[in-house]
């Protein structure tokens, strides 16, 4: 099923996890409807700028999942409202800083980032219907940091985007 012209629901419900365990991993209609929201309103505008393909690596969780990763129960990924992913390609700080200033999402957190890869870790964003935050945090390993780092150089600013 396609949720948005580049992403499918597959994709977005893929799970190494839950097949190992022969988890259901499977949204329902209104968890799908937010997944199509997601996709349209975060992960297209990311992949027409950046102009390459973006698999992500978390997508929807069912509870049952969700727990097996040990996060907790008011997770968006089980609303369909979350994703993680990173771009090949693009540092995950450049990239953090672009959604930022570009879309509109309810958090955005760059995960395990370090100051001097800005490759190491990975972007999750979630986006609701409405009501969104806006808000951006930096997760380390000793907990959540308010905003994003900055960046070192100026040309990280603004990655160059690609036509497809």
């Known amino acids: 099923m396609r949720l948005s012209d580049h992403f499918y629901l597959h994709e977005m419900t893929r799970s190494q996890l839950a097949t190992r365990h022969q988890i259901v991993n499977q949204p329902n209609a209104t968890q799908i409807d937010a997944l199509r929201h997601l996709c349209r309103d975060v992960m297209e505008p990311v992949r027409w700028h950046f102009g390459v393909p973006i698999v992500?690596?978390?997508?929807?969780?069912c509870l049952t999942l969700n727990r097996l990763?040990?996060?907790q129960d008011i997770s968006k990924h089980c609303l369909g409202e979350a994703v993680d992913f990173e771009i090949i390609g693009v540092r995950n700080f450049c990239l953090a800083h672009w959604m930022a200033q570009n879309l509109v999402f309810d958090q955005l957190i760059l995960e395990y980032p370090q100051v001097d890869d800005g490759r190491a870790g990975w972007v999750h964003?979630?986006?609701?219907?409405?009501?969104?935050?806006?808000q951006c945090l930096t997760w380390r390993q000793n907990g959540y940091i308010g905003g994003l780092p900055k960046l070192k150089r100026v040309h990280e600013k603004f990655p160059t985007a690609q036509k497809t």
């Open 56 to 61: 992500p690596s978390s997508g929807f969780r």
């Open 69 to 71: 990763l040990g996060s």
């Open 125 to 134: 964003v979630s986006c609701r219907g409405a009501g969104n935050r806006g």
